[in-house]
Each structure stands twice: as C-alpha cells, then as structure tokens.
C-alpha cells in the first residue's frame, strides 16, 4: 500500500472513496485499547462504586457525542481537516488555533496510550519470561511501540483503516476473553483502597469522574473527525448517514473499552494504579492475550493520534511534508511517554490533562459548529488553503488572516473553563461560584458560544452568502473566458 501524500490540502472527489461503514470502523477498532480502556478505571480510583462508575461514564460518553458528533460533517463538505476548516470561522490564520489545540490533545492521548500499554506489556512479559521491571525494559518497548506506530502514522489514512477494521474485530474477541478471565473477583463495592470519595462527596465526584472520564472521550476527536470524513464524498454519502456513523462509532468505541477498564478495575482491586494490577489479577491463561492486547491496540490507537498531529504541525508549518511533521511529534509523544512514567502518578496526569484540554478545547468546538450551522454547511474549500498556499486574501481572510471576534470568543471561554477547573494541584478561583463542582468545560464553551454570538450579530454577510457569491462570479468569469 503506497504511501499517502496527502497533507491538509483539499482531497480530489476521485479519491474520497471511504463510507460511513469505514467511519465506523476506525473509531471503534482504534479505540480498542488500554489508552481509552484506562479512562474507565479512573471512577473507580474517585472511590466510586460500580453502578455510579458505570452512570457517570455512560452520561458523560452521550452527553460528549452530541456535542462532538456534528463537527464529522464539517470535514465532508470541506474536504480538509477541521483545524483547516475552521478557517470559516477564526481566519485562515486564526484557524491555527485548531491546530495547537488538536496537537496538543493528540500528543497527550498518543502518550497516554503508549506509557499504559508499554506498563502493561513489561508486566505482562515479567510473568511470561522474567523480563525485569526497570528503565531498560520499559525504555526498550517505549520504543518499540512508538516504532511501530510511526510506521503506520507515516503510511497514512488507508493503512490505518486497514488496521482499525481488523483491530474492530480481533480487540473485541480480547475484550470478551478478558470479560470471562477477570469475572471471577469482579465486585460492585467501591474499592477501600480509594480512600472514600476523591472530592469528599458523591455529586462532586460523580461530575468529576462524568467530564474526566465520560465526557473527556469524545472531546478528545474536536479535531481529530474530520481527518476520516474528509475522505467521504458527500455526493455519495448523505450528511444523516454520516453523522449517525459518527454517533454509532464514538458511543460503541468509547463505551465499551472503557466500561471494560471500569470492570476489570473492580476484579482487579486497582484503586490507586491500574497497569500493574490489572497484571497481577490476570490468570495464567490470559497474560498471552492481554499483551496481544497492549501492543496491537496501543498501535492502532496511538498510530490514529500520531497521524492526526502530523495534520495539525503540517497545518501549522506548511512548508513541512505531513510525513516529516510526523515524526517530529513522533519524538515530542516519546519524551512525554517517558516524562510521564518517571515524573507523574498517572491519576494526577490523567485527570490533569484531560479537564485542562477540555476546558481549553470546547470552546472551538462550540465556535466552529456555530459558523457551520449559519453558513448551513457551505464552505469555500479553496479559500481555505490560502495560508497552506502561502498566499493571502480571499473569504476568510479577514483582518490580516483572523477573525478577531472568533479568536476573542475563544480566548473569553478558555480562560473561563481555566478559571473554573478543578485539579489535582491547582483549584481555580471561579469554583467558589459552583459549590467547589467543575464546570469548566460547560462554563468555557457557554462563554465562547455566547461572546461569539454577541460579537458577531453585526455581521453584513454570513459565510455562505459570500461563498456563494463567489462561485457564482468564478463561474460567470470561466463562461466569459470561454467565450
């Protein structure tokens, strides 16, 4: 399978050949994995219990896809990726907004998944063949893993579906053997180990857990969906098709890894860590599976992330090739993944990451879903590649590349949902307002949303009347030279 060349540049309709089914498959085989797996057992480390656990995951998961869901639509009218499709909205160098925060959030989920996989397979190892458990072994297959995922990131979107449609099925047959191989100390009481609730009482700690695990999973993809969807074509594929593709993808490949995590961290006792005892419960039988497990799956979803930061600092740098892009975030995930292992308990990191990402990246989310429904999904794709052009002018120019309104609405929200978040290390000032529960994500996207739509009511003309009155004048323009 050749190579894709393919950048942020707009995809040729001849080679937008993948469906809703396909759309499918690579959100759930790539999410197969101990990255997400690990997110379900963050409840229980709150000092949950099982149904509790289990309720705060699944409101989180549905609330997060409601909102995420549409952006896959933005992506199949532009035919490029949504850090580059925001453009309509924040200017074509505004966008650039996009682009860091996908970059960051990818980085921090393509570390993530490495570091807990790499845990997991010296472990596993450990107990299969005596591999140690010190700096060599875990440097060793930190490297090997974030090999092998360079290699499918470099490659590109078709052999990265290849791998999630057989990751889709080959994770799912792991997942149910683990079902049976940690069923027999599965409990339903939240584990002592906890010490209680994290926040000192159930509400608190239910919302906590509902953003840091539920909510933080589709929020994750605010930049990452339009990297599949910009290979479907519109003209063969309806926008309802697509989006409940979309809705059917994030809810089964989300759901299901993380409520297995939040299984097997029940059966397993693993209140204050997960990767080493979700090993040291696991019988005999499946130490072959599970590391099967940690290292397919922990490519397969690592590999998506990479590709997708690869996009983003090629959108940033366009003189960079998307594959020398790649690996330079490459070798940026690696040191993290070690940064993490050495320097940071992986509750604190997890939780951390995921509230400040999301209270930083809602906002644009809400924003560019704003503009999409105003310009009702009518996009000027050319206009948009004028910055990857390097050139200038056009629709969505702007003032100098940016749309100051946009890139204020987000910068009002970000610093709102950073005010209000609620850390391991850091509480910030706003909580006092909502009885010490973090409402960051819903605080930072209703005042981006809001501040947009004040600061835009003036507008003459939406995005998609000028668009249109764009083509229409191209138009009139290729018939007059014809003539």
């Known amino acids: 399978m050749p190579m894709e060349q393919r950048g942020v540049d707009t995809i040729p309709e001849e080679e937008r050949t993948s469906g809703p089914r396909d759309l499918v498959s690579i959100l759930l085989g790539s999410n197969l994995c101990l990255g997400v797996i690990v997110f379900g057992w963050l409840p229980p480390s709150f000092g949950l219990g099982w149904w509790a656990s289990v309720s705060s995951i699944v409101v989180g998961t549905l609330v997060g896809t409601a909102l995420t869901a549409p952006l896959a639509l933005i992506s199949l009218r532009t035919a490029t990726n949504l850090s580059t499709s925001?453009?309509?909205?924040?200017g074509v160098r505004g966008r650039l907004v996009g682009s860091v925060v996908g970059l960051l959030l990818a980085l921090g989920y393509t570390a993530l998944t490495v570091w807990i996989g790499g845990d997991v397979m010296v472990g596993a190892l450990g107990r299969l063949v005596g591999l140690p458990a010190n700096g060599v072994s875990y440097g060793v297959v930190y490297g090997l893993l974030a090999a092998a995922t360079v290699a499918g990131a470099v490659y590109g979107y078709r052999v990265l579906l290849a791998m999630s449609r057989v990751l889709a099925v080959g994770m799912t047959a792991l997942l149910a053997l683990g079902v049976i191989a940690y069923a027999p100390h599965f409990t339903t009481d939240a584990?002592?180990?906890?010490?209680?609730?994290?926040?000192?009482?159930?509400?608190p700690t239910w919302l906590l857990a509902t953003v840091?695990?539920?909510?933080?999973?589709?929020?994750?993809?605010?930049?990452?969906?339009?990297?599949?969807?910009?290979?479907?074509?519109?003209?063969?594929?309806?926008?309802?098709?697509?989006?409940?593709?979309?809705?059917?993808?994030?809810?089964?490949?989300?759901?299901?890894?993380?409520?297995?995590g939040t299984f097997t961290a029940y059966a397993a006792r693993a209140a204050l860590d997960y990767a080493g005892p979700l090993v040291d419960a696991s019988p005999a039988w499946y130490l072959v599976p599970l590391l099967l497990a940690a290292s397919a799956g922990s490519v397969g979803n690592a590999g998506l992330m990479l590709y997708s930061m690869g996009l983003d600092l090629d959108a940033i740098l366009p003189r960079a090739s998307r594959a020398r892009a790649t690996y330079t975030v490459a070798v940026v995930a690696t040191v993290c993944v070690f940064v993490g292992h050495y320097a940071s308990t992986a509750q604190d990191a997890m939780t951390s990451f995921v509230l400040l990402l999301t209270a930083v990246g809602t906002p644009w989310a809400v924003?560019?879903?704003?503009?999409?429904?105003?310009?009702?999904?009518?996009?000027?794709?050319?206009?948009?590649?004028?910055?990857?052009?390097?050139?200038?002018?056009?629709?969505?120019?702007y003032r100098s590349g940016w749309n100051i309104p946009a890139t204020v609405s987000w910068a009002l929200g970000a610093a709102v949902g950073l005010l209000a978040v609620s850390l391991p290390s850091y509480e910030g000032p706003l909580l006092s307002?909502?009885?010490?529960?973090?409402?960051?994500f819903l605080l930072s996207g209703l005042v981006g949303g809001v501040a947009y739509l004040l600061l835009t009511l003036g507008e003459s003309a939406p995005a998609r009347e000028r668009a249109a009155t764009d083509t229409e004048s191209v138009t009139a323009l290729t018939v007059t030279a014809e003539n």
Do not use: K
């Not at 584990?191 to 509400?203: N, Q, S, V």
């Open 86 to 90: 925001s453009g309509a909205q924040f």
């Open 191 to 203: 584990l002592p180990e906890a010490g209680g609730y994290l926040l000192g009482g159930f509400w």
């Open 212 to 260: 840091a695990a539920g909510l933080s999973g589709p929020i994750a993809f605010i930049t990452l969906l339009g990297d599949y969807t910009r290979y479907i074509s519109p003209a063969r594929h309806t926008s309802r098709r697509v989006l409940h593709a979309t809705w059917l993808g994030l809810i089964l490949g989300l759901l299901v890894p993380q409520l297995f």
């Open 367 to 397: 924003i560019t879903l704003i503009g999409f429904v105003r310009c009702r999904g009518v996009y000027d794709a050319d206009a948009l590649q004028v910055f990857n052009r390097r050139a200038r002018g056009g629709i969505y120019w």
């Open 433 to 440: 307002l909502t009885g010490g529960v973090d409402c960051s």
